[in-house]
């Protein structure tokens, strides 16, 4: 027996008209129909034309919003040496050697968002992959979270650097800021998510790249945006 929506869940899908929305008219509407009592997340949501179990078509990469997340992200460091003191003076919540990759391993700590290590340290890291990898914590070269340069990679993530990655079926889900935002600012934290996955087009891929996309808050409905927002991110 499917469960019964309540009264301000079927409220808020109730508004949403069955078409397309521009970005604006998007986030516009999600504000209007808000009816939980905290700051919601803002995602985004693509569906893409590419077989991630190709790693010709695999969408992955990262972005820095212009207008960050509304919280600041906490940041770890493993690495050794003078990069220590890099660490600490770029702002890392957590920084260390050998010692913090046995408490992560030793305790399962993942108290933070986001890891970074240096390329001398990635060896005893990959032990942790068991305790990293299923919270999408582990460093990667990709992500530019394996550097030489923890104090620039340490200051991006705080300034609002988010990872997108299709999963298996196809699909980048994105924060792009809080509901409390300017309208404007969620618009163009979006809109610069959207680019970035265009952009990223794998050139193994075939056919139409982004098939839909769509916004949606924590506890509101999801909003399918029109074609020419796309579009619009494909001449950027």
Do not use: C
């Amino acid at each position: 027996m499917a469960k019964k929506l309540s009264k301000n869940v079927a409220k808020a899908r109730a508004a949403v008209e069955p078409r397309p929305y521009n970005l604006a008219d998007a986030v516009s509407l999600l504000q209007k129909v808000k009816f939980a009592k905290f700051d919601e997340t803002v995602d985004l949501t693509m569906r893409l034309g590419v077989d991630t179990r190709h790693a010709d078509q695999m969408v992955r990469s990262t972005v820095v919003l212009p207008h960050g997340l509304g919280k600041t992200k906490r940041v770890a460091v493993i690495t050794s040496g003078d990069r220590l003191r890099d660490a600490e003076q770029a702002g890392a919540d957590f920084f260390g050697g050998e010692e913090l990759v046995e408490k992560i391993q030793k305790e399962n700590w993942t108290d933070f968002d986001a890891l970074i290590a240096t390329p001398d340290m990635m060896k005893s890291v990959g032990r942790l992959g068991k305790v990293l990898g299923p919270k999408g914590l582990m460093p990667n070269p990709k992500t530019g979270t394996v550097t030489t340069d923890v104090a620039a990679a340490i200051k991006e993530i705080k300034a609002g650097k988010v990872e997108f990655r299709a999963d298996k079926t196809a699909l980048v889900h994105v924060p792009v800021g809080k509901l409390s935002f300017d309208q404007q600012k969620l618009v163009e934290n979006a809109m610069t998510v959207i680019t970035a996955v265009v952009k990223a087009k794998p050139s193994a891929a075939k056919g139409k790249y982004v098939k839909a996309a769509y916004v949606s808050s924590t506890m509101g409905p999801g909003v399918q945006l029109d074609s020419s927002v796309i579009d619009a991110a494909g001449k950027a």
